[in-house]
T-cell receptor, first 112, second 115 residues
Framework: SQQGEEDPQALSIQEGENATMNCSYK?????LQWYRQNSGRGLVHLIL?????REKHSGRLRVTLDTSKKSSSLLITASRAADTASYFC????????????FGGGTRVLVKP | EPEVTQTPSHQVTQMGQEVILRCVPI?????FYWYRQILGQKVEFLVS????????KSEIFDDQFSVERPDGSNFTLKIRSTKLEDSAMYFC?????????????FGSGTQLSVL
């Protein structure tokens, strides 16, 4: 199946440090997205990268996509305590109506 | 930013009862989805809906589940006879045709507890 798997499952860092998390998937995709979820809340879209792109930036976020390795990474630079959340990658296939398949998520704790 | 609204935020029900979870997608969105997340597990796709019909559904979305867009603004998920394993957070999402068109806008979810 087209599942995303993320690592690490959990990450604990100090405020100001960078946080990097990775996502791997199994089948060809049209796009990969990262979402953030605060505890018990909904998912918030962070950034999207399409299969013909290799890197994108949005504020303190940097996402890369390597379609040959079927993997992506999300980097959060200069982390803040408010970045504490779970981060999920999600892969989309146009032929499947752009439904998203989510990975298991990385729980990030940023300590002040 | 416009929001997807879900009600109720929490629903407690007895096994075997019917529940209806309600969602108001963003007004100019055309594609609608239901996902669920069992505590501590992945977010799972249930169903997608476009042009007043189901586009795709997962294996989870069996005959006990149905969706409806009764009045052009609400989008509902009905579970006819709830089971204990239906306990989860249910998320509604919608999608537009603007850029990026693949982005989903999620509601805050309905926490369903089946006792």
């Amino acid at each position: 199946s087209q599942q995303g798997e993320e690592d690490p499952q959990a990450l604990s860092i100090q405020e100001g440090e960078n946080a990097t998390m990775n996502c791997s998937y199994k089948t060809s995709i049209n796009n990969l997205q990262w979402y953030r979820q605060n505890s018990g809340r909904g998912l918030v879209h962070l950034i999207l990268i399409r299969s013909n792109e290799r890197e994108k930036h949005s504020g303190r976020l940097r996402v890369t996509l390597d379609t040959s390795k079927k993997s992506s990474s999300l980097l959060i630079t200069a982390s803040r305590a408010a970045d504490t959340a779970s981060y999920f990658c999600a892969t989309g296939i146009k032929a499947a109506g752009n439904k998203l398949t989510f990975g298991g998520g990385t729980r990030v704790l940023v300590k002040p | 930013e416009p929001e997807v609204t879900q009600t109720p935020s929490h629903q407690v029900t007895q096994m075997g009862q019917e529940v209806i979870l309600r969602c108001v997608p963003i007004s100019n969105h055309l594609y609608f989805y239901w996902y669920r997340q069992i505590l501590g597990q992945k977010v799972e796709f249930l169903v997608s809906f476009y042009n007043n019909e189901i586009s795709e559904k997962s294996e989870i979305f069996d005959d006990q589940f149905s969706v409806e867009r009764p009045d052009g603004s609400n989008f509902t998920l009905k579970i006819r006879s709830t089971k204990l394993e239906d306990s989860a957070m249910y998320f509604c999402a919608s999608r537009w045709t603007g850029e990026p068109f693949e982005k989903l806008f999620f509601g805050s979810g309905t926490q369903l507890s089946v006792l």
